[in-house]
């Protein structure tokens, strides 16, 4: 009989012990985790305080250069400005959207570029035989979208049903949402487009690609200093990468869109 007491006993005491040490690894684990995720939080805030410092550097020296038509750089893109603050590498560009052609200059009420649109269409996508006639289809429906007075009954038979934008591009990825943008059409003109503030379509001659220069070739040249940039940013930390996106107006010293994701093509 007091075997069999000692033999419970001893099982009682294994498993105790072995519910002690589940227990303690459990215990351990979440530690473990919840270190874990304090870290990568702590990393996160730490990438946005020098990505948004960074943002500020870099529009105080656009803003203070003397001549934005006069950049130091060849082409529409910087080459890869390394950064470092308080020992943290940062990689940056810069480019100017004035090599682009400006998706809201089609809400103007007078005169816009409609041809112009249509034949950067063509001509970005050739090798995809990609007709005028479909630039100007989407031309149309892009001013319908901004349009603030129309709803077009298109996309409300969508599922899940929406609404027209009903104003101007913030991104020129939205173009998506448009009807009759396909993705054959958006991936040949997603180098060539962007959203910039206002109406107009300044584009810098000198340094857009071929396909932009020859497609407003024949719209009205404005004279306009430039002014809106994009910075691109990235921010290497021993657990990830974090990025930054920010359309820049240089002239008035402000940000105009910010996110914290890769630059769109």
């Known amino acids: ?38 870290g990568l939080v702590f990393e996160q805030d730490l990438a946005r305080s ?22 130091p750089w060849d082409g529409c893109i910087s080459p890869p400005v390394p950064l470092a603050i308080d020992g943290i590498d940062l990689i940056a560009r810069v480019e100017n959207l004035h090599c682009r052609f400006n998706l809201n200059s089609l809400a103007r009420p007078d005169d816009p570029p409609v041809a112009a649109f249509a ?3 063509a001509r970005a996508g050739r090798e995809s035989n990609i007709a005028a006639w479909q630039g100007e289809q ?27 934008g009903n104003r101007p591009f913030l991104l020129a990825s939205e173009l998506n949402r448009v009807q009759g943008m396909t993705p054959e059409i958006w991936a040949a003109i997603a180098p060539y487009v ?12 000198e340094r857009a690609a071929d396909v932009v220069r020859e497609a407003v070739s024949a719209q009205p040249e404005e004279a306009q200093e430039l002014h809106y940039f994009r910075l691109s940013l990235v921010v290497r930390l021993p657990e990830r990468d974090f990025f930054h996106c920010a359309v820049l107006d240089a002239l ?7 996110e914290f994701t890769p630059c769109e093509d």
């Not at 069999?4 to 105790?16: K, M």
């Not at 351990?28 to 995720?37: E, G, K």
């Not at 962007?194 to 001659?205: K, M, Q, S, V």
């Open 194 to 205: 962007t959203a910039r503030p206002g109406t107009d379509n300044l584009i810098d001659l």
């Open 119 to 121: 034949d950067l269409v």
């Open 252 to 258: 008035n010293g402000r940000t105009v869109v910010r």
């Open 138 to 164: 989407l031309a149309a429906a892009v001013r319908d979208w901004m349009d603030t007075e129309t709803d077009d009954p298109v996309y409300r038979l969508r599922s899940p049903p929406e609404r027209s």
């Open 1 to 38: 009989m007091k075997r069999v007491q000692h033999g419970v006993a001893l099982i009682t005491a294994l498993l105790v012990v072995a519910i002690a040490v589940t227990a303690a690894i459990g215990m351990s684990v979440r530690d473990h985790a919840q270190i874990h995720r304090s």
């Open 50 to 71: 020098l990505l948004l410092g960074a943002e500020v550097m870099a529009l105080r020296l656009l803003e203070r250069w003397p001549n934005l038509n006069d950049l």
